[in-house]
């Protein structure tokens, strides 16, 4: 039974706003959001919407027009990542029983808020503190993704027995949210009772490749490699064995940046994520929600890479090899900077055996709508 709500929040008046709440663990849940709430601004343009994120401003803003009121907030943690491969599931752990030590005072803080600014519908993607918190305060609350936390760190309780609390927390609040709009690409998310299963979020990009060759010198004649990573830790060696690929030119999005070699860093001022992923050929990357969404929805061949301590991973690789034309490249290679076996690979991989079905984010904001009290 859901917990009814206190009575310091039982008086609402009759304004009401949207409350999105996005992870910061990756990039991913920011793309995919910013879907959907580009879709709820076309869909209401009337209706305010407040976000708390601790993604990168500039990351935000280069999705989001400026009628999205975005604010900083931190209410999980997802993984700690050493890079974007690589996760540190002791500072993880360490930094998860910070945060929750803070729980209660977390909570009521959210419900004071989201009953001060008049929140009719609270969003998460996929914090579970906000979405506590709106069911203290008596408010509709959704949450949108393709995993719980819950699920992801129920694999760790055998390295760690602490993880075992945080499993039962996520999986508490969960169980008493109002609807889940399960994402493609999902595990079946059996904490929530309400699900209703959305197609493809992401669009495709807009090409532009004649103002990334202006801004860059890049040579719009070669084949472009995109290095769809937050961070990867390459050294000296693997930089140089990139350099002498001479066939293809190489870019990366900030913040992904090494100044001393010749690997073109692109901002995300000079164009969107989704229309430089436009106008490159191939696309190296791990698997994460956001960057095979992307693909898909751009046609763009993909090599992708090992993802360790990450329950995801076989559910986007099974995507990748339906839905995209591929290719692997191991850890040890794609670390060496030895990207030419995939890069050759790559050109005579079959093309993709199915396609997505599109609108997700349309679907999503008609549900959201609908609970806007």
């Keep these: 039974m859901k917990k009814k709500p206190d009575t310091q929040y039982a008086v609402r008046n009759t304004q009401s706003k949207i409350a999105y709440y996005i992870t910061a663990h990756g990039y991913g849940h920011g793309t995919r959001s910013c879907d959907i709430l580009n879709?709820?601004?076309?869909?209401?343009?009337?209706?305010?919407?407040?976000?708390?994120?601790?993604?990168?401003?500039?990351?935000?803003a280069s999705r989001l027009p400026d009628t999205i009121d975005v604010r900083p907030g931190a209410f999980d943690l997802g993984l700690i990542q050493k890079d974007s491969i690589q996760v540190d599931l002791e500072a993880s752990i360490d930094t998860?029983?910070?945060?929750?030590?803070?729980?209660?005072?977390?909570?009521?803080q959210e419900a004071d808020f989201m009953q001060r600014e008049n929140i009719g519908v609270v969003v998460a993607d996929i914090p579970a503190i906000p979405l506590a918190a709106a069911q203290r305060a008596g408010i509709p609350n959704v949450a949108t993704s393709n995993f719980g936390w819950n699920w992801i760190y129920s694999e760790f309780i055998g390295h760690d027995p602490r993880w075992k609390t945080y499993v039962e927390k996520f999986r508490q609040v969960y169980?008493?949210?109002?609807?889940?709009?399960?994402?493609?690409?999902?595990?079946?998310m059996e904490a929530f009772p309400n699900q209703i299963d959305l197609p493809l979020l992401a669009k495709p990009g807009t090409e532009c490749r004649a103002r990334i060759a202006e801004a860059t010198g890049a040579d719009p004649t070669k084949q472009w490699i995109l290095l769809s990573f937050t961070t990867l830790d390459l050294n000296q060696e693997a930089l140089a064995r990139l350099s002498y690929l001479h066939k293809y030119d190489i870019f990366t999005v900030d913040p992904l940046e090494w100044p001393d070699s010749n690997i073109r860093c692109l901002s995300r001022s000079l164009a969107p994520f989704a229309d430089i992923l436009a106008s490159c050929d191939v696309v190296v990357t791990k698997p994460g929600f956001g960057i095979v969404s992307e693909c898909i929805a751009n046609t763009k061949p993909i090599i992708y890479s090992d993802r360790k301590n990450f329950l995801e991973y076989p559910i986007l690789v099974d995507a990748i090899e339906r839905y995209c034309k591929q290719a692997f490249i191991p850890n040890a290679e794609l670390y060496a900077g030895e990207l030419e076996r995939a890069l050759v690979a790559i050109e005579t991989?079959?093309?993709?055996?199915?396609?997505?079905?599109?609108?997700?984010?349309?679907?999503?904001?008609?549900?959201?709508?609908?609970r806007l009290g």
């Design 39 to 60: 879709a709820l601004r076309t869909a209401a343009p009337n209706v305010p919407i407040m976000v708390k994120t601790d993604l990168p401003t500039d990351f935000m």
């Design 96 to 108: 998860l029983e910070k945060l929750y030590s803070r729980e209660e005072e977390l909570i009521a």
């Design 175 to 188: 169980a008493q949210t109002d609807l889940l709009l399960r994402q493609p690409f999902a595990e079946p």
């Design 349 to 370: 991989a079959p093309a993709p055996r199915e396609a997505m079905p599109r609108g997700g984010a349309e679907r999503a904001a008609a549900e959201i709508l609908k």
